[in-house]
């Protein structure tokens, strides 16, 4: 039962961060007159997605295998609160 919340919450939090990629992307984009700091920005935060996608899918497929999965890696931890902090401030950066 533990690894399927913990997989469901790495799922929300994939999606989380799917939405405020796009949004900054979006954001960066919108009314056409796109600039090169915001393009920069929205560039930026689809790269720490993918980051964060790789990482949470990693765990996600760790937690699929076994019924008793290992921990979580410092390195994946730090990897994922890292791309988590670098989203938000991207996505201020691109709305400021």
């Not at 961060?17 to 919108?30: G, K, Y």
């Not at 890696?73 to 400021?96: N, S």
């Amino acid at each position: 039962m533990q690894p399927e919340r913990t997989r469901l919450a790495w799922r929300r939090t994939t999606l989380s961060c799917t939405v405020a990629a796009v949004l900054a992307a979006r954001q960066a984009v919108h009314g056409g007159d796109a600039e090169t700091a915001g393009v920069l920005g929205a560039g930026l935060s689809l790269l720490v997605w993918v980051a964060f996608l790789v990482v949470a899918q990693r765990r996600i497929a760790a937690l699929g295998r076994r019924a008793r999965p290992d921990p979580l890696a410092a390195r994946a931890a730090l990897a994922a609160a890292l791309c988590t902090v670098a989203l938000a401030g991207f996505g201020v950066a691109v709305v400021w």
